[in-house]
């Protein structure tokens, strides 16, 4: 029975490694999410993280993530900023050259603009999408579809008050040609240990029990009209005080394991990909696990600052295995 389970695991071991190189040696950091290939080409899932409503009022944001060759067809949206999260994708806008997308990268896409994005023939990818979800294409517009077979003169120019939409060729696919790097892409992941970059400064603050680490996904300004977000870094047990924020917060998982809790609620343990909120003046706290360093994505509504500080919560001293 034991050499059974041995030749199990050796198995199981293999396989794993053999994913793990599939995806450039990394999986992919945020769950996959429901499964919508049928609007694509290839494997594609899409993970919703937060939805527009009324108390936070923020942009729809999303996790899409392609398998290797997994593209979109040739489409329009409203103003959509993408953020790379692992692997290599593709974003190109009609009648422009290819943009490569890294880990770290930002890529700002206007309303209206047509484009298609994806993953790159040999590697997965994974993207957050932040996007105004309500937008309507201008009365009037008309969408001009593309072919299979070859284009004719005509349609190679973007016309004004036309929408290029349709699917992304085969042969479109294979002969893509990337720009030079001088793109809007910026934040462009150093830190390896880390899916984001981060100063190596720690930030000593007194609301904080030991230092912080901050770097930043997403700067003002961005066509999806989205507050910034600011990225903390908690060593293993380092946490904050009690606090509330006028308009509330919003929290996005991404590294390790961490505590969220707001006043008179449960403990919540935050995996990759999981959200945390905290109503406009209700006091939460949160940090790292005891034995895991932690990292989130905090997002302030309208880019509101305003924050209150209280005592220290009761921390778990207690090491758990959280799964």
Known sequence: MLKWLMVLLLVFAAVSSAEAKEMGGKPLPFPLGADISDRFVGTVHRNDLIDTEDVYKLPQTNVISFEPGSHSGWHTHGAMTVIGVA????????????????????????AGVSHFHGATQDSRFQ??????????????RKAVASRSCARTSASLHVVESK????PVTDEEYRSIKFAATETSLSNAQTNNEMLFSYSKEPLNSPNFNHPVYLGKVLGKGNVANSPEWIYVVFPKGTYNRWHSHKTGQVLIATDGIGYHQVKGGKLEVLHPGDVAYCPPGVLHWHGATADKSFAHIAISPQDNHDVTWYDFPNYPNKRKQHR
Do not use: C, R
């Not at 692997?87 to 206007?110: F, T």
């Not at 993207?127 to 009037?140: F, L, T």
């Not at 929408?163 to 349709?166: R, S, W």
């Open 87 to 110: 692997g290599m994708g593709i974003y190109q806008e009609w009648g422009k050259s290819a943009v490569l997308i890294k880990p770290g990268d930002v890529v700002q896409i206007p």
């Open 127 to 140: 993207q957050i999408v932040v996007y105004d979800k309500n937008w309507q294409a201008p009365s009037g």
């Open 163 to 166: 929408t290029h939409t349709g």
